[in-house]
């Protein structure tokens, strides 16, 4: 082990003892010992424990810590501190600028557990009301917090495509002349990205000059027509170059993954992928309709007919926001009016209700109070619509948070689960159905609680939920905040067999919040969702006929009975 190991294990001690309220002398003595320790220049490992202990600055416990080290790999009191810590909120502990009173500060308060959770409650707008945060430190806090899910090798699709972005910018700035353009998952759109890839132009020796002088990345090896790179974040970026003959070739072989490459193969009995300039080609030369870069994860495509996807210009409405009626950082107003110049025709208010405390829910009395005011605005608007909604808890026992008397007053109701999230399938999967057997319930919310490369979200029973959403007529939200992106692509074909609709949703908790619907196109593209399958896509007249179409089941019953 080395002297810089060995110190950082008693910076961690340190962080913990603080963490726990320890004894502050030890704590400091400890952290003393992380700067001495590092400044060390003979190694510990060939020193005596004499020779330890007489090290200025080291004392009795600091030497016997050294030697537990040296002997065991780990220091027991570490083992105890970190056995009753969760494992998520010692990530966060290495969050610089932060120290281990915040970290217990957003644990206690706000019930994260994990640098996913935190980065959540950051772009819910959750930290500002806590006693020294404010909206500067959530934005650093968040900044820092994505550079730590980047250096661990996996991001969010988000991220990875503001860092591509950003390093294919710095690229053309380099030189007006090269052409470059995204590949691998980033390219299919996945909601997790482990490899950022680009395709390049140009000659192989050239671009490794090119990043190495006029750029901020380092070139950190060069294999045949690849070059592998790191970003100044620690990034590893795989550049893979070509001629211009030979484009499409590049772009079809980098964009597919394994499975869907190997099918191609196999089914086509397509070979020869060389000098290739358009992609089209290659899908022409085996007789195949070109197929959407979001569907090449496997063979299915290749057999199955294409449907017509869902795509930005048949997104009308914006359904699933927030605003600072309850947790949101935009007035109701301000929400309306950012969708409305963005070319949507209509946004869903749905704001939290009363049993999401942490969150402001609304009280039925201030429910009341913001319809007032959406009558309004509605006036002012139109032909801008506002309809009323709701984001209502599911309780613990599948009941929601509000009377079905005031439900059926809602013009669309979300129904989603925010609390006691540990649950096995059965209690999960009862605990949603009971809510969509509601008939005030119009679509059940981001299904399994998940947050991406944070939390794995509750199991659910998938297919028993789609088929109750399909025997009771509600549509499955999409959720589209690229931490969420829930439903998962890979139920929605399930889903549309039965003839759910998915509903695309930003969960927005400001205006820009609203531009995250793409990310949810993005991932509805990879399920295969026509554009008729979104109830999104509706014009006004339609929407309203399909918000109202579960009460008017319901009250049809109600006369037969």
């Known amino acids: 082990m080395t002297n810089k190991e060995i110190a950082k294990n008693f910076q961690q001690l340190a962080q913990l003892m ?47 810590g050294i030697r537990e080290l040296l002997t065991s790999g780990k220091l027991e009191t570490m083992d105890a501190l970190r056995s009753k810590t969760p494992a998520g909120v010692q990530a966060m502990l290495r969050i610089s600028g932060y120290g281990p009173k915040k970290i217990k500060q957003l644990w206690q308060e706000l019930g994260v557990e994990s640098l996913g959770e935190l980065l959540y409650a950051c772009e819910e707008n959750r930290l500002v009301s806590l006693k020294g945060f404010g909206d500067k430190t959530q934005a650093d806090l968040k900044q820092k917090i994505q550079y730590l899910q980047q250096a661990e090798g996996k991001m969010l699709y988000a991220n990875a495509e503001r860092l591509a972005n950003a390093s294919a910018n710095e690229l053309r700035c380099a030189t007006q002349h090269i052409y470059i353009k995204v590949s691998g998952e980033l390219r299919r759109r996945c909601p997790i990205v482990e490899l950022i890839q680009f395709v390049v132009i140009e000659k192989v020796d050239v671009l490794a000059s090119l990043i190495t002088e006029k750029t901020t990345m380092n070139v950190h090896k060069i294999e045949g027509n690849r070059v592998w790179v790191t970003t100044e974040q620690g990034v590893l970026m795989l550049f893979t170059t070509c001629q211009r003959n030979d484009l499409g070739s590049k772009l079809f072989k980098t964009t597919g993954s394994r499975a869907f490459i190997d099918a191609f193969l196999a089914q086509t009995k397509v070979s020869d992928f060389t000098n290739v300039s358009d992609e ?38 914006v359904i699933h926001t927030h605003t600072t009626y309850s947790d949101g950082a935009n007035s109701l107003r301000e929400m309306a009016e950012y969708a409305r110049e963005e070319g949507f025709r209509y946004i869903v208010i749905t704001d939290h209700s009363k049993a999401a405390f942490y969150a402001n829910g609304l009280t039925e009395e201030r429910v009341r109070e ?22 209502c808890d599911i309780l613990n026992d599948g009941s929601l948070d509000y009377p079905d008397e005031f439900l059926k007053e809602f013009e669309l109701v979300i129904a989603s689960i925010h609390s006691n999230l540990r649950m096995d399938e059965e209690k999960a999967t009862a605990r949603l159905i009971k809510a969509i057997e509601n008939p005030y319930v119009n679509i059940l919310g981001h299904p399994t609680g998940r947050l991406l490369l944070a939390r794995e979200g509750y199991p659910i029973n998938h297919a028993k939920v789609i088929d109750a959403c399909a025997e009771h007529k509600v549509a499955i939200e999409l959720n589209a905040n690229p931490n969420r992106l829930d439903i998962d692509y890979t139920w929605i074909p399930y889903a549309l067999s039965k003839g759910v609709k998915i509903s695309v949703n930003p969960d927005a908790h400001s205006c820009q919040g609203i531009n995250d619907i793409r990310y949810g196109m993005y991932s509805a593209r990879k399920g295969a969702v026509p554009f008729y399958m979104c109830v999104n896509t509706m014009q006004r007249d339609e929407f309203e006929k399909w918000m109202r179409k579960r009460k008017r089941l319901l009250a049809e019953a109600n006369k037969l009975v």
């Open 18 to 64: 603080e963490f726990w309220d320890e004894n502050p002398f030890k704590i400091k003595s400890y952290n003393s010992a992380y700067i001495l320790l590092r400044k060390i220049d003979r190694p510990l490992e060939t020193m005596s424990d004499a020779e330890i202990t007489a090290i200025k600055g080291v004392g009795a416990s600091i030497a016997k």
């Open 280 to 317: 089209d080609d290659i899908f022409a030369k085996a007789n195949l309709p070109y197929i959407p870069v979001e569907l090449r994860e496997d063979g299915k495509y290749l057999t199955e007919e294409l449907p017509k996807l869902l795509d930005d210009v048949h997104i009308k409405g």
């Open 370 to 391: 913001q319809w007032r005011e959406i009558d309004t605005l509605n006036g002012i608007l139109a032909p801008f619509k506002i309809y009323k909604g709701i984001e």
